[in-house]
């Protein structure tokens, strides 16, 4: 059940048809990132940059694709205008983010959280949202280009036909697609445990039918999560990069983007993936400046501020969340020979987590 207030309910703007997809704006390329969830970190935007020229640089031009929420955290102008004047030059759709930036009126953080996350964390994002919202009004252009950004878009990959949402199949802020909603995990972003009650299999095999594409590619619920399902006797996927610029598991720092491509290679770093219908997806690991973020983000948000309340303890060490958990299905995870022990995972002494910059 949702709230009622401001953060915790759905403005009716937000809300679209699954059909609507059939309709939104297509872009074609060989391989892309789908980056969702920057939330103003500059450096993992560099980060995300470097390894495009990475891939350029062994011949595999990479699309970028940013699906919304790349504000939150960048309050300072030099953060809010480097991330906008740089992401807007890419495939882009709004976040709930973006939308309540350029909405007329105050409309809180749109993140439409549902009933089982607590109040107290609803409330700081809208006080996240009110300090964001007066930064952006130094620069009214971006503003105005916000507000223009369409609510979804195709990506057609191999001549395969991707749905690039921010939250799920018929809403802008909507969590039919958390990791909570698609599996049975005892996890959330906020760290409240959710009620246990996934998104009916009916439902979403109408949301492929009626969007007519492959795979949704979604963010917005803040932890990443890929499974696959049967529809109409063909796999389809829902992939979501949980956050690009924020730690995505246990023990860790780095954020996480989907990979999306022709080639059926998996990446070296890929996370886990699966290829579907001749195109591959995989989840990468974005390892940005992760000392040089928090020492950034304690300089903006100082403790006792909403953001630091909210956000600083998983910035620095991670959520209650392992990587095992983000896969679900026919998922697979790649091979863990590189990734250190403890990889995704709380450990009980809280001695032993990752406090960089602490």
Not at 131 to 158: C, E, K, N
């Amino acid at each position: 059940m949702l709230g009622d207030a401001q953060g915790a309910s759905c403005s009716p703007q937000f809300r679209y048809a699954p059909g609507a997809l059939r309709n939104s704006p297509l872009t074609e390329a060989h391989s892309a990132y789908v980056i969702g969830g920057l939330y103003g970190n500059v450096f993992a935007l560099r980060e995300i940059l470097r390894m495009q020229r990475a891939e350029a640089a062994m011949g595999r031009e990479v699309a970028l694709a940013f699906n919304g929420d790349h504000n939150w955290f960048d309050i300072d102008a030099a953060s809010f205008e480097e991330i906008n004047t740089t992401v807007l030059k890419h495939t882009v759709i709004s976040g709930n983010v973006e939308c309540s930036i350029a909405a007329p009126d105050d409309v809180g953080c749109g993140c439409d959280y549902p009933g089982y996350v607590n109040p107290q964390v609803v409330d700081w994002s809208n006080e996240i949202m009110t300090q964001l919202r007066r930064t952006a009004s130094h620069f009214p252009d971006i503003v105005r280009q916000l507000g223009m950004l369409p609510m979804s878009r195709i990506l057609s990959v191999g001549g395969q036909r991707i749905g690039i949402v921010h939250g799920d199949a018929e809403s802008l802020s909507g969590w039919s697609f958390a990791a909570e909603c698609l599996s049975p995990v005892a996890a959330s972003c906020s760290g409240d445990k959710p009620p246990g009650h996934l998104t009916p299999e009916g439902d979403i095999a109408t949301f492929f039918r009626d969007a007519d594409v492959l795979a949704f590619a979604s963010s917005h619920t803040c932890l990443p999560h890929a499974r696959d399902f049967l529809v109409d006797g063909s796999q389809r996927l829902i992939i979501n990069n949980g956050a690009a610029g924020m730690a995505n598991f246990g023990g860790t720092t780095h954020g996480v983007i989907t990979r999306i491509s022709v080639d059926q290679m998996p990446p070296p770093n890929s996370l886990y993936g699966a290829t579907i219908a001749g195109v591959r997806f995989d989840a990468l690991p974005v390892h940005f400046d992760a000392s040089a973020w928090i020492d950034h983000f304690a300089s903006v948000w100082p403790t006792g501020t909403p953001a630091h309340r909210s956000y600083f303890d998983r910035i620095r060490r991670g959520p209650n969340y392992t990587l095992e958990q983000a896969v679900s299905g026919n998922i697979s995870l790649i091979s863990a020979v590189d990734r250190p022990p403890g990889y995704g995972e709380i450990e009980a002494d809280a001695e032993a987590l990752v406090t960089l910059g602490a």
